[in-house]
Nanobody, 125 residues
Framework: QVQLVESGGGLVQAGGSLRLSCAVS????????MGWFRQAPGKEREFVAAISWTGASTDYADSVKGRFTFSRANDRNTVYLVMNSLKPEDTAVYYCAADLTHLGPLYFPDEYDYWGQGTQVTVSS
């Protein structure tokens, strides 16, 4: 059984930074394409960032491009999302996701097999 556990969310002022982590257990992270999604109250879950299983390819939503960085440490079975220059509109629950069968990057929730429980990010103005 594969499990994903996010951490690192919290409350930050606009312009601040946070680093989210997602620890993968049950299988080594190097076998996964990974993604980050977010969901704000009353809105659908939206794509934030994706990384290929090797880490060689990453892609980002236009709304976070240049501010967020997605990386992976396969030796620690962990992926990270560094979020800089945070804005109030970044407020949401952030979820990491994993896919076992594709190289990635992947952009749609239906493409992922496993999900974490989510971590709240709140950006105050």
């Amino acid at each position: 059984q594969v499990q994903l556990v996010e951490s690192g969310g919290g409350l930050v002022q606009a312009g601040g930074s946070l680093r989210l982590s997602c620890a993968v257990s049950g299988r080594t992270a190097r076998s996964y394409a990974m993604g980050w999604f977010r969901q704000a109250p009353g809105k659908e879950r939206e794509f934030v960032a994706a990384i290929s299983w090797t880490g060689a390819s990453t892609d980002y939503a236009d709304s976070v491009k240049g501010r967020f960085t997605f990386s992976r440490a396969n030796d620690r079975n962990t992926v990270y999302l560094v979020m800089n220059s945070l804005k109030p509109e970044d407020t949401a629950v952030y979820y990491c996701a994993a896919d076992l069968t594709h190289l990635g990057p992947l952009y749609f929730p239906d493409e992922y097999d496993y999900w974490g429980q989510g971590t709240q990010v709140t950006v105050s103005s």
